[in-house]
């Protein structure tokens, strides 16, 4: 910081001669005080307004961070009803899916079923005739 003493003193003069010890003792604090209160009240204001910015500095922060943590929270309850909504489309894309599965086994199953009936059909007269034929005790 600088120091106002040292320019003031450079401006004080006295009497050239030898020192006198008759006088008054000068209050150098006084002085100081005296020559730097026109300075300092002149200093008053601007920081006034400087304490005023930034007073309204810090509100604006607050109320921005008050808007970003209601976004934050919006973005957060928007996140979670798409996440519920998303769920509920996997399980029921999952459903479709294993229903189509088990529509494709069964559509199987009963062609593999109607096949061995059909052949089954075609059988049972040759093994009815085979049958008799041992419970004959008949060759063939």
Do not use: C, Y
Request: charged share 30%; net charge negative; no cysteine.
């Amino acid at each position: 910081m600088f120091a106002f003493g040292g320019i003031l003193r450079q401006f004080r003069g006295g009497v050239p001669g030898a020192p006198v010890s008759a006088g008054v003792p000068v209050d150098r604090r006084a002085e100081l005080e005296a020559e730097l209160a026109p300075v300092l009240a002149r200093l008053e204001q601007p920081q006034r307004e400087a304490d005023a910015i930034v007073a309204a500095a810090r509100a604006e922060v607050d109320r921005r961070g008050a808007l970003a943590t209601e976004a934050a929270a919006q973005l957060i309850a928007h996140a979670r009803a798409s996440a519920v909504a998303e769920q509920s489309r996997a399980v029921a894309e999952h459903v479709a899916e294993a229903e189509a599965q088990r529509d494709a086994l069964l559509n199987a199953a009963a062609a593999e079923a109607e096949r061995i009936d059909r052949a089954s059909e075609q059988r049972v007269p040759s093994l009815v005739t085979e049958l008799a034929a041992r419970l004959l005790d008949r060759p063939r």
